[in-house]
Protein backbone atom coordinates (compact mmCIF):
# COMPACT_ATOMS: atom_id res chain seq x y z
CA UNK A 1 0.00 0.00 0.00
CA UNK A 2 1.13 3.68 -0.75
CA UNK A 3 2.75 5.22 2.44
CA UNK A 4 0.47 8.42 2.80
CA UNK A 5 0.76 11.29 5.81
CA UNK A 6 -2.59 14.09 6.19
CA UNK A 7 -0.49 17.50 5.71
CA UNK A 8 -2.78 20.80 6.19
CA UNK A 9 -1.03 22.61 3.15
CA UNK A 10 2.11 25.18 3.06
CA UNK A 11 1.19 26.48 6.84
CA UNK A 12 1.25 23.56 8.24
CA UNK A 13 4.38 22.92 11.02
CA UNK A 14 5.31 19.81 9.54
CA UNK A 15 6.83 20.14 6.37
CA UNK A 16 7.52 18.05 3.37
CA UNK A 17 10.78 18.04 3.29
CA UNK A 18 10.08 16.05 7.06
CA UNK A 19 7.73 13.71 5.52
CA UNK A 20 10.17 12.74 3.23
CA UNK A 21 12.55 11.68 5.75
CA UNK A 22 10.19 9.58 7.17
CA UNK A 23 9.68 7.22 4.44
CA UNK A 24 6.15 8.94 3.34
CA UNK A 25 5.15 8.65 -0.43
CA UNK A 26 1.90 10.25 -0.99
CA UNK A 27 -0.01 13.52 0.16
CA UNK A 28 -3.54 13.50 1.95
CA UNK A 29 -4.39 16.87 1.82
CA UNK A 30 -6.87 19.78 1.20
CA UNK A 31 -7.07 23.46 0.01
CA UNK A 32 -8.22 24.83 3.45
CA UNK A 33 -7.85 28.33 2.26
CA UNK A 34 -11.02 27.72 0.17
CA UNK A 35 -14.14 28.90 1.84
CA UNK A 36 -16.56 26.67 1.97
CA UNK A 37 -19.15 26.22 -0.94
CA UNK A 38 -16.61 27.79 -3.27
CA UNK A 39 -15.10 25.91 -6.41
CA UNK A 40 -11.53 24.97 -5.86
CA UNK A 41 -10.58 26.28 -9.00
CA UNK A 42 -7.23 24.51 -11.23
CA UNK A 43 -5.25 26.76 -10.69
CA UNK A 44 -5.57 26.62 -7.15
CA UNK A 45 -5.46 22.83 -7.35
CA UNK A 46 -2.16 22.76 -9.47
CA UNK A 47 -0.28 25.20 -7.48
CA UNK A 48 -0.73 22.84 -4.37
CA UNK A 49 -0.12 20.38 -6.41
CA UNK A 50 3.15 21.25 -7.94
CA UNK A 51 4.34 22.59 -4.69
CA UNK A 52 4.31 18.76 -3.20
CA UNK A 53 5.68 17.65 -6.14
CA UNK A 54 8.80 20.18 -6.29
CA UNK A 55 9.21 17.87 -2.77
CA UNK A 56 9.93 14.58 -4.41
CA UNK A 57 5.83 13.13 -3.40
CA UNK A 58 2.75 13.58 -4.78
CA UNK A 59 -0.65 14.81 -3.75
CA UNK A 60 -2.43 10.99 -3.76
CA UNK A 61 -5.85 11.83 -1.92
CA UNK A 62 -8.22 14.95 -1.12
CA UNK A 63 -9.27 14.73 1.94
CA UNK A 64 -11.69 16.50 2.53
CA UNK A 65 -13.59 18.54 -0.43
CA UNK A 66 -16.23 19.48 2.31
CA UNK A 67 -19.89 18.59 1.51
CA UNK A 68 -21.36 21.78 2.97
CA UNK A 69 -24.46 21.24 4.92
CA UNK A 70 -26.87 22.50 2.67
CA UNK A 71 -26.53 19.27 1.28
CA UNK A 72 -26.49 17.31 3.58
CA UNK A 73 -30.05 18.69 5.51
CA UNK A 74 -31.17 19.11 1.56
CA UNK A 75 -31.25 22.84 1.65
CA UNK A 76 -33.12 25.31 -1.39
CA UNK A 77 -29.56 25.41 -2.58
CA UNK A 78 -28.71 22.11 -2.39
CA UNK A 79 -28.22 21.38 -6.24
CA UNK A 80 -26.18 24.51 -6.55
CA UNK A 81 -23.81 23.29 -4.10
CA UNK A 82 -23.79 20.40 -5.69
CA UNK A 83 -22.71 21.75 -9.09
CA UNK A 84 -20.27 23.60 -7.56
CA UNK A 85 -18.76 20.34 -5.81
CA UNK A 86 -19.06 18.40 -9.25
CA UNK A 87 -17.15 20.86 -11.12
CA UNK A 88 -14.24 21.02 -7.94
CA UNK A 89 -13.90 17.15 -8.57
CA UNK A 90 -13.91 17.48 -12.33
CA UNK A 91 -10.45 20.09 -11.91
CA UNK A 92 -9.22 17.64 -9.49
CA UNK A 93 -9.02 14.84 -11.91
CA UNK A 94 -7.66 17.41 -14.88
CA UNK A 95 -4.66 17.97 -12.61
CA UNK A 96 -4.72 14.60 -11.99
CA UNK A 97 -5.67 13.71 -8.50
CA UNK A 98 -8.85 11.31 -8.54
CA UNK A 99 -9.60 9.34 -5.03
CA UNK A 100 -11.40 11.83 -3.00
CA UNK A 101 -12.06 11.65 1.13
CA UNK A 102 -15.49 12.56 2.14
CA UNK A 103 -18.01 12.54 5.14
CA UNK A 104 -21.37 12.78 5.15
CA UNK A 105 -21.54 13.80 9.34
CA UNK A 106 -24.07 16.08 10.56
CA UNK A 107 -22.55 19.59 12.07
CA UNK A 108 -19.66 17.74 13.63
CA UNK A 109 -17.18 16.01 11.87
CA UNK A 110 -15.50 14.09 15.05
CA UNK A 111 -15.58 14.31 18.57
CA UNK A 112 -13.82 13.81 21.47
CA UNK A 113 -13.95 15.34 25.09
CA UNK A 114 -10.24 15.17 26.41
CA UNK A 115 -7.32 15.72 23.45
CA UNK A 116 -4.88 15.38 25.58
CA UNK A 117 -5.51 12.04 28.46
CA UNK A 118 -2.11 10.93 29.99
CA UNK A 119 -1.03 7.52 29.51
CA UNK A 120 1.40 5.66 32.15
CA UNK A 121 4.22 5.93 29.87
CA UNK A 122 3.68 9.97 30.01
CA UNK A 123 2.54 10.61 26.35
CA UNK A 124 -1.16 11.28 26.31
CA UNK A 125 -3.79 10.37 23.63
CA UNK A 126 -7.66 11.04 22.49
CA UNK A 127 -10.27 10.33 25.15
CA UNK A 128 -13.76 10.24 24.94
CA UNK A 129 -15.82 10.28 27.99
CA UNK A 130 -19.56 9.72 27.38
CA UNK A 131 -20.45 11.25 31.21
CA UNK A 132 -18.62 14.73 30.13
CA UNK A 133 -19.79 14.69 26.63
CA UNK A 134 -23.53 14.46 28.03
CA UNK A 135 -22.56 17.25 30.83
CA UNK A 136 -21.37 19.15 27.54
CA UNK A 137 -24.52 18.71 25.97
CA UNK A 138 -27.15 19.26 28.84
CA UNK A 139 -25.27 21.74 30.72
CA UNK A 140 -23.10 23.94 28.42
CA UNK A 141 -24.91 23.44 25.04
CA UNK A 142 -28.44 23.21 26.72
CA UNK A 143 -29.83 21.21 23.34
CA UNK A 144 -33.39 20.79 23.63
CA UNK A 145 -34.01 17.31 24.36
CA UNK A 146 -30.92 16.44 25.28
CA UNK A 147 -31.63 15.31 28.89
CA UNK A 148 -34.31 13.07 27.55
CA UNK A 149 -32.17 11.69 24.86
CA UNK A 150 -29.53 11.14 27.49
CA UNK A 151 -32.53 9.38 29.67
CA UNK A 152 -32.56 6.64 27.08
CA UNK A 153 -28.95 5.90 26.18
CA UNK A 154 -28.10 2.67 26.33
CA UNK A 155 -24.61 1.04 25.64
CA UNK A 156 -24.14 -1.91 23.58
CA UNK A 157 -23.71 -5.61 24.79
CA UNK A 158 -20.35 -5.76 26.82
CA UNK A 159 -19.91 -2.46 27.62
CA UNK A 160 -21.15 0.04 30.14
CA UNK A 161 -23.56 -2.67 31.87
CA UNK A 162 -25.62 -0.92 34.39
CA UNK A 163 -23.99 2.61 33.54
CA UNK A 164 -26.53 5.64 34.08
CA UNK A 165 -24.64 8.26 31.75
CA UNK A 166 -27.28 10.89 33.02
CA UNK A 167 -26.62 10.92 36.53
CA UNK A 168 -22.80 11.10 36.01
CA UNK A 169 -23.72 13.82 34.04
CA UNK A 170 -25.83 15.25 36.90
CA UNK A 171 -23.09 14.54 39.08
CA UNK A 172 -20.16 16.32 36.92
CA UNK A 173 -22.50 19.39 37.08
CA UNK A 174 -22.36 19.73 40.80
CA UNK A 175 -18.36 19.45 40.29
CA UNK A 176 -17.00 20.45 37.00
CA UNK A 177 -14.77 24.28 37.06
CA UNK A 178 -15.08 26.82 34.80
CA UNK A 179 -11.73 26.00 33.11
CA UNK A 180 -13.13 22.40 32.70
CA UNK A 181 -16.43 23.24 31.23
CA UNK A 182 -14.42 26.07 28.45
CA UNK A 183 -12.13 23.19 28.04
CA UNK A 184 -15.08 20.92 26.70
CA UNK A 185 -16.27 23.61 24.47
CA UNK A 186 -12.02 24.08 22.93
CA UNK A 187 -12.60 20.37 22.41
CA UNK A 188 -15.73 19.51 21.23
CA UNK A 189 -16.37 22.83 19.02
CA UNK A 190 -13.22 24.43 18.23
CA UNK A 191 -10.13 22.89 17.70
CA UNK A 192 -11.27 19.05 16.40
CA UNK A 193 -13.49 21.19 14.20
CA UNK A 194 -11.87 24.19 12.95
CA UNK A 195 -8.79 22.83 10.84
CA UNK A 196 -11.03 19.91 8.85
CA UNK A 197 -15.18 20.95 8.56
CA UNK A 198 -14.17 24.99 8.74
CA UNK A 199 -17.40 25.29 10.05
CA UNK A 200 -15.94 27.00 13.48
CA UNK A 201 -12.56 28.57 13.67
CA UNK A 202 -10.84 30.43 17.15
CA UNK A 203 -11.95 33.39 15.85
CA UNK A 204 -15.75 32.58 16.38
CA UNK A 205 -17.15 35.03 19.56
CA UNK A 206 -20.12 32.96 20.00
CA UNK A 207 -19.09 29.45 18.74
CA UNK A 208 -22.25 27.67 21.25
CA UNK A 209 -24.49 30.35 19.32
CA UNK A 210 -23.32 28.96 16.25
CA UNK A 211 -22.83 25.21 17.44
CA UNK A 212 -27.05 25.89 18.42
CA UNK A 213 -27.90 27.54 14.22
CA UNK A 214 -26.42 24.53 12.97
CA UNK A 215 -28.25 21.81 15.04
CA UNK A 216 -31.01 23.71 13.84
CA UNK A 217 -30.88 23.32 10.48
CA UNK A 218 -31.53 19.27 11.26
CA UNK A 219 -34.86 19.83 12.93
CA UNK A 220 -36.89 17.10 10.94
CA UNK A 221 -34.19 15.09 9.66
CA UNK A 222 -33.89 11.32 10.58
CA UNK A 223 -31.70 8.39 9.71
CA UNK A 224 -33.66 7.42 6.71
CA UNK A 225 -33.88 10.94 5.35
CA UNK A 226 -30.05 11.46 5.95
CA UNK A 227 -29.76 8.44 4.10
CA UNK A 228 -31.86 9.79 0.58
CA UNK A 229 -29.89 13.11 1.10
CA UNK A 230 -26.79 11.39 0.72
CA UNK A 231 -28.12 9.29 -1.91
CA UNK A 232 -29.36 12.49 -4.07
CA UNK A 233 -25.87 13.68 -3.63
CA UNK A 234 -24.10 10.36 -4.81
CA UNK A 235 -26.51 9.83 -7.56
CA UNK A 236 -25.50 13.70 -8.76
CA UNK A 237 -21.40 13.29 -8.60
CA UNK A 238 -21.65 9.66 -10.06
CA UNK A 239 -21.46 10.47 -14.02
CA UNK A 240 -18.72 13.38 -12.82
CA UNK A 241 -16.85 10.52 -11.19
CA UNK A 242 -17.19 8.23 -14.25
CA UNK A 243 -16.57 10.53 -16.50
CA UNK A 244 -13.19 11.71 -14.49
CA UNK A 245 -12.30 8.27 -12.91
CA UNK A 246 -12.66 9.73 -9.86
CA UNK A 247 -13.43 7.47 -6.51
CA UNK A 248 -15.21 8.66 -3.73
CA UNK A 249 -14.71 7.09 -0.21
CA UNK A 250 -16.40 8.20 2.76
CA UNK A 251 -15.34 8.43 6.12
CA UNK A 252 -17.67 6.67 8.99
CA UNK A 253 -18.67 8.68 11.73
CA UNK A 254 -16.33 9.25 14.76
CA UNK A 255 -17.44 8.19 17.14
CA UNK A 256 -19.99 5.84 15.31
CA UNK A 257 -22.66 6.64 18.22
CA UNK A 258 -25.87 9.08 17.48
CA UNK A 259 -25.05 12.23 19.61
CA UNK A 260 -26.51 15.72 19.84
CA UNK A 261 -29.99 14.56 18.52
CA UNK A 262 -27.91 14.40 14.76
CA UNK A 263 -28.46 11.28 13.02
CA UNK A 264 -25.56 9.16 11.66
CA UNK A 265 -25.50 6.80 8.74
CA UNK A 266 -22.41 5.31 8.42
CA UNK A 267 -21.79 3.63 11.67
CA UNK A 268 -21.86 0.10 11.31
CA UNK A 269 -21.81 -2.78 8.77
CA UNK A 270 -25.31 -2.38 7.42
CA UNK A 271 -24.62 1.75 7.23
CA UNK A 272 -22.14 0.59 5.32
CA UNK A 273 -23.95 -2.19 3.05
CA UNK A 274 -26.91 0.35 2.48
CA UNK A 275 -24.99 3.19 0.56
CA UNK A 276 -22.62 0.75 -1.38
CA UNK A 277 -26.11 -1.13 -2.51
CA UNK A 278 -28.03 1.93 -2.80
CA UNK A 279 -25.37 3.82 -4.89
CA UNK A 280 -23.91 0.54 -6.03
CA UNK A 281 -21.10 2.51 -8.86
CA UNK A 282 -17.87 1.09 -8.17
CA UNK A 283 -16.90 5.07 -8.01
CA UNK A 284 -19.19 5.16 -5.16
CA UNK A 285 -16.88 3.75 -2.03
CA UNK A 286 -15.60 3.38 1.78
CA UNK A 287 -12.56 5.32 2.98
CA UNK A 288 -12.05 1.83 5.94
CA UNK A 289 -11.00 4.09 9.54
CA UNK A 290 -10.19 1.22 11.49
CA UNK A 291 -9.99 3.72 14.25
CA UNK A 292 -13.67 5.33 14.12
CA UNK A 293 -15.21 1.51 13.56
CA UNK A 294 -13.39 0.26 16.45
CA UNK A 295 -14.79 3.05 18.74
CA UNK A 296 -17.98 0.90 18.20
CA UNK A 297 -18.27 -2.31 20.65
CA UNK A 298 -20.35 -3.79 18.04
CA UNK A 299 -18.33 -3.51 15.05
CA UNK A 300 -16.33 -6.42 14.16
CA UNK A 301 -13.55 -4.53 12.27
CA UNK A 302 -11.65 -7.43 10.75
CA UNK A 303 -14.79 -8.85 9.40
CA UNK A 304 -15.83 -5.64 8.02
CA UNK A 305 -12.64 -5.22 6.15
CA UNK A 306 -12.76 -8.81 4.47
CA UNK A 307 -16.31 -7.90 3.57
CA UNK A 308 -15.50 -4.13 2.18
CA UNK A 309 -12.03 -4.13 0.97
CA UNK A 310 -12.75 -4.18 -3.20
CA UNK A 311 -15.17 -1.08 -2.52
CA UNK A 312 -12.55 0.31 -0.17
CA UNK A 313 -10.61 3.65 -1.83
CA UNK A 314 -8.24 4.77 1.44
CA UNK A 315 -7.61 3.52 4.49
CA UNK A 316 -7.20 4.70 7.82
CA UNK A 317 -4.85 3.03 10.55
CA UNK A 318 -5.54 3.86 14.04
CA UNK A 319 -7.21 1.60 16.81
CA UNK A 320 -9.40 2.80 19.94
CA UNK A 321 -9.49 0.66 23.56
CA UNK A 322 -13.09 0.75 25.14
CA UNK A 323 -12.87 0.72 28.72
CA UNK A 324 -15.41 -1.58 30.67
CA UNK A 325 -17.74 1.38 30.81
CA UNK A 326 -17.89 2.31 27.26
CA UNK A 327 -15.59 5.25 27.32
CA UNK A 328 -12.59 4.87 24.66
CA UNK A 329 -9.62 6.22 23.62
CA UNK A 330 -7.27 6.20 21.27
CA UNK A 331 -4.92 3.01 21.66
CA UNK A 332 -1.55 2.44 19.97
CA UNK A 333 -1.20 1.65 16.45
CA UNK A 334 -0.32 -2.32 17.07
CA UNK A 335 -3.02 -2.74 20.18
CA UNK A 336 -6.84 -2.19 20.92
CA UNK A 337 -9.54 -3.33 18.67
CA UNK A 338 -8.98 -2.85 15.31
CA UNK A 339 -6.12 -5.63 14.94
CA UNK A 340 -4.04 -3.80 12.25
CA UNK A 341 -1.84 -6.51 11.40
CA UNK A 342 -4.59 -7.93 9.99
CA UNK A 343 -6.18 -5.51 8.47
CA UNK A 344 -2.87 -5.19 6.96
CA UNK A 345 -2.70 -8.45 5.51
CA UNK A 346 -6.65 -7.78 4.19
CA UNK A 347 -5.95 -4.42 2.43
CA UNK A 348 -2.60 -5.83 0.93
CA UNK A 349 -4.20 -8.83 -0.51
CA UNK A 350 -6.89 -6.03 -2.18
CA UNK A 351 -4.36 -4.03 -3.34
CA UNK A 352 -2.15 -7.30 -5.14
CA UNK A 353 -5.90 -8.25 -6.50
CA UNK A 354 -6.08 -5.02 -8.28
CA UNK A 355 -2.72 -4.72 -9.36
CA UNK A 356 -3.25 -7.01 -11.43
CA UNK A 357 -6.05 -5.89 -13.32
CA UNK A 358 -5.45 -2.16 -12.93
CA UNK A 359 -2.20 -1.07 -11.13
CA UNK A 360 -4.38 0.76 -9.02
CA UNK A 361 -2.81 1.20 -5.87
CA UNK A 362 -4.46 1.39 -2.20
CA UNK A 363 -3.42 4.56 -0.05
CA UNK A 364 -3.35 4.44 3.68
CA UNK A 365 -2.15 7.13 6.14
CA UNK A 366 -1.87 6.20 9.80
CA UNK A 367 -4.44 8.07 11.74
CA UNK A 368 -3.74 10.00 14.84
CA UNK A 369 -1.42 9.15 17.19
CA UNK A 370 0.28 9.89 20.62
CA UNK A 371 1.66 13.06 21.52
CA UNK A 372 4.68 12.03 22.61
CA UNK A 373 8.47 13.82 23.50
CA UNK A 374 7.25 17.40 22.99
CA UNK A 375 4.77 17.33 20.25
CA UNK A 376 2.24 19.15 23.01
CA UNK A 377 4.49 22.07 23.02
CA UNK A 378 4.94 22.73 18.68
CA UNK A 379 1.23 23.67 17.84
CA UNK A 380 0.17 21.02 16.00
CA UNK A 381 -3.77 20.18 15.18
CA UNK A 382 -5.39 18.05 17.33
CA UNK A 383 -4.88 14.36 17.13
CA UNK A 384 -1.78 15.34 14.32
CA UNK A 385 1.18 15.10 16.38
CA UNK A 386 4.64 14.42 14.24
CA UNK A 387 6.40 12.33 16.50
CA UNK A 388 3.72 10.57 17.59
CA UNK A 389 2.54 9.64 14.00
CA UNK A 390 6.21 8.97 13.01
CA UNK A 391 6.20 5.92 15.66
CA UNK A 392 2.87 4.92 14.40
CA UNK A 393 3.99 5.16 10.46
CA UNK A 394 7.39 2.98 11.94
CA UNK A 395 5.41 0.52 13.22
CA UNK A 396 3.21 0.38 10.16
CA UNK A 397 5.63 0.44 7.79
CA UNK A 398 7.41 -2.78 10.03
CA UNK A 399 4.23 -4.59 10.03
CA UNK A 400 4.01 -4.11 5.33
CA UNK A 401 7.42 -5.13 5.70
CA UNK A 402 7.39 -8.10 7.25
CA UNK A 403 4.10 -9.45 5.21
CA UNK A 404 6.25 -8.27 1.58
CA UNK A 405 8.98 -10.37 3.38
CA UNK A 406 6.70 -13.60 4.04
CA UNK A 407 5.00 -12.89 0.90
CA UNK A 408 8.54 -13.23 -1.02
CA UNK A 409 9.47 -16.21 0.66
CA UNK A 410 6.11 -18.47 -0.51
CA UNK A 411 7.20 -17.21 -4.11
Known amino acids: MEKTWRWFGKKDKITLAMLRQIGVEGIVTALHDVPLGKVWTREAIRDLREYIES ?112 AEADVLAGVMTA ?16 FVSGNFSENDEAPLDKFRQFLNLYAGIDKAQLRENMKYFLEAVMPVCDECGIDMCVHPDDPPIE ?71 EASHLGGRADLIELCKI ?6 RRSVASHHNLPFRVDHGRTMLGDETRGYNAGYSFLGRMYAMAQMQGVLATLAHKSAKKI
Open 55 to 166: EGLRWSVVESLPVTETIKYGGSDRDEQIDIYKQSLRNLAAEGIRTVCYNFMPVLDWARTDLLHPNDDGSSNLYFSYAEFAYFDIYILRREGAREDWARFRFPDGVGAGRDVL
Open 179 to 194: ERSHQLVENIVIKTQG
Open 259 to 329: ILGLPRIVRTADDIRWFLNAVPNPHNGLTFCAGSLSAGAYNDVVAMAREFAPRTHFVHLRSCHIFPNGDFT
Open 347 to 352: FEAEES
